[in-house]
Each structure stands twice: as C-alpha cells, then as structure tokens.
C-alpha cells in the first residue's frame, strides 16, 4: 500500500508547491505587508552596516574578488538563518481502508490525508513567523523552546548585535493630573526622534503596537477623549468602542498626535504580543525597513537552490510500518534600521 508514495504528487517539488499554496489564517504584521522577502541559496546572510542602515550583501563568485568594504565606514556581520522543523508520519493503518487497486480515488484519498496534516503544520509555522515579525519590530527577535524542553536558541538582539544602543523607552502619562498639551506633545517628541533616525528617508506614518493596559489608558485619558469630542468618532470614543477585527490581530485602533495607535492582540498566557503597559513604535512606508531572508532547506536536492518559505518532504520509515514527512523553515526576519525603533511604557 506505501508504494502509492512513490508517485510523483508526493516528491519534495510537489509537496512543497503544495504546502506553500496552502491558505492560512494570516497574523496581523503579515496583514500589513511591513516584511520585504528575500531568497538566498545560502543559510548564512552577511549584513553590511553603514550607520545605522543594514542591508544584505549581494554574493560573489566562488574564487573571485570579493566585495571591497571602507574600513572606519562599513563592517559586515555574518546571521545564521534560524531552521524549523515538524516531524510527522502516516502509519499504514491510516490509508488502510482506502486501497483501490487500479484507481485513482486512492490516490485522492492519501493526498487529502496529508493535505490535511499539511495545513496543521503550515498553521504552526505561520504562528511561528508572526512571532518572529513581533520581535524584529520590537528589536528582538526570541525564540521558543521546543517540546522537549530544550533551550531555546540565543535572542537575536538587533541593538546588540550591530552596535547600536537601543534608545530609551519613552514614559507616557495617561492622567488627569497631566498638564494639556502634554501627550501630544510626547507625540511629537517621539516622531521627530523617529524621523531624525531615519535621516532623509521618508515614511507614511508611526504606528504603535499597544499592549492592552496601555491601550485603554489612552483611551480614556483626558486629552484624547477632548480631541474627538464634536467628530464623527466621538460616540464611539465615549463608549470606549474602537474599530474591531479579532481575526486580524487587533483589538482596535486609532489616530492620535500623528500616530496610529493599535491594540496588538497575542496569545492570551503566552510572552507572544506586547506586554500590558507597553508600546512598540516603528515607522510605516520605510523602503527595506524590515526583511525576511529564506534560505534553502538542509536536503541534498536544495542544495545551492533559492529558498523557499516552506518545504515539505516524506519517506518510508525503517521498518516499512508508515510513511514519515516533515515540514521546515529556513527564515531570517530583521530590522534594517534598527535605531528607528522605540519602546514606550505609562507611568
């Protein structure tokens, strides 16, 4: 009955076109569009730093002359591609009921069987690349431990990692006893330390990712429910209703001092999302401000190929009794500028 694997709807090509098809039920960066993706044929990337941007190194031939960097002005740091793997297997007994000698709803059955597992797993790693997108947003990337208990792979700290010393968190003061004026006036403060990060480069807007605490104290604070007072957003201002799109990631969102204003929604008892009394801020329309880098999987036919954002594999077990698959990532996400990140907290 295993033999029915060996046909080609169950290669390394087609189970990756598959499962790379798959839709999924995006996080709320992903919805955003913020990451620029790139696929490299390697699983280490050199990024160059000049100042504050970073950028990938484009390659050189094996053997010939390497890229030429200023000494005093460039320097190059070399990033692993973290890898992520899920193991899984078919047993024999599974597809057992379906064998149809000479006919193609076998076939069709197994497909759907694995498709099925597929979808389970392309949902973990999709979990698994919000939580990714989070850090480089906030400046670190952390990584979970496994099942096993096994530690977790070393945080990368963008700050650390490049030299550049993360700027201090911005304190927001959310009450009556606040003089007015005063909140917007951290607005301000705060956008025009973002913008002189940036230099000469351009962008949209700020955006804030808020954690819940914080959110809802602005919310209510006295400046910001007088600023929408006679708009056509005061009855629900009043309310505290706020724009709603739980599949989405978000509990609300709204503009104030020149700021989108966004209560990020994570995993309810998990470290996944931004803490209570805390705020992300980075800005929005930054060409290259935040990348992915996929790199090919660790099998011998990707060897030296371009990466692909998921790949899907099987073969038999040892003792013939199921059919085992897996499906990896190979990505890399990173903040090009990180000096144009900023965290807030409420007093």
């Known amino acids: 009955m295993l033999n029915i694997f060996d046909n080609d709807a169950f290669s390394v090509f087609r ?109 973990s790693m999709a979990l698994t690349e919000e939580y990714a997108r989070l850090g480089a947003v906030r400046g670190l990337v952390v990584y979970a431990d496994d099942d096993d208990g096994n530690e977790a792979q070393a945080p990368l700290d963008l700050f650390q990692t490049f030299g550049i010393t993360e700027p201090a968190a911005v304190e927001w003061d959310f009450t009556s006893a606040a003089e007015d004026g005063d909140l917007i006036q951290s607005c301000s403060t705060l956008t025009r330390a973002i913008g002189d990060s940036l230099g000469g480069i351009g962008y949209d807007h700020i955006h804030a990712f808020v954690g819940d605490e914080f959110f809802d104290n602005l919310l209510k604070s006295p400046e910001v429910r007088e600023s929408y007072k006679n708009t056509s957003q005061a009855e629900w201002l009043r309310a505290q209703r706020v724009l709603h799109n739980p599949g989405g990631g978000t509990r609300g969102v709204f503009e104030f001092g020149g700021i989108v204003w966004e209560n990020y929604r994570g995993l309810t008892g998990t470290d996944f999302g931004i803490p209570d009394q805390e705020a992300a801020f980075f800005p929005v329309g930054v060409p290259g401000l935040f990348r992915t880098v996929y790199a090919p999987a660790d099998y011998i036919e990707t060897v030296n190929t371009l990466g692909q954002r998921l790949y899907n594999k099987q073969w038999d077990s040892a003792n013939g009794k199921r059919r085992e698959f897996e499906v990896q990532m190979n990505a890399l996400r ?14």
């Open 15 to 123: 189970l990756t076109q598959a499962i790379n098809n798959i839709e999924y039920r995006p996080g709320r960066i992903e919805q955003m569009g913020l990451f620029e993706a790139d696929r490299v044929d390697t699983t280490i990337v050199a990024v160059e730093r000049q100042g504050d941007m970073l950028k990938i190194v484009a390659p050189t031939p094996r053997g010939g002359p390497g890229r030429t960097v200023e000494k005093g002005k460039r320097d190059l740091v070399p990033l692993i591609v973290p890898h992520f793997e899920i193991n899984d297997a078919i047993n024999a007994d599974e597809v057992q009921g379906v064998r149809a000698f000479g006919t193609e709803s076998t076939l069709e059955t197994v497909i759907n069987r694995v498709a099925q597992r597929q979808r389970q797993h392309a949902q």
């Open 334 to 347: 990173y903040c090009s500028r990180p000096g144009a990140l900023r965290r807030g907290e409420f007093a």
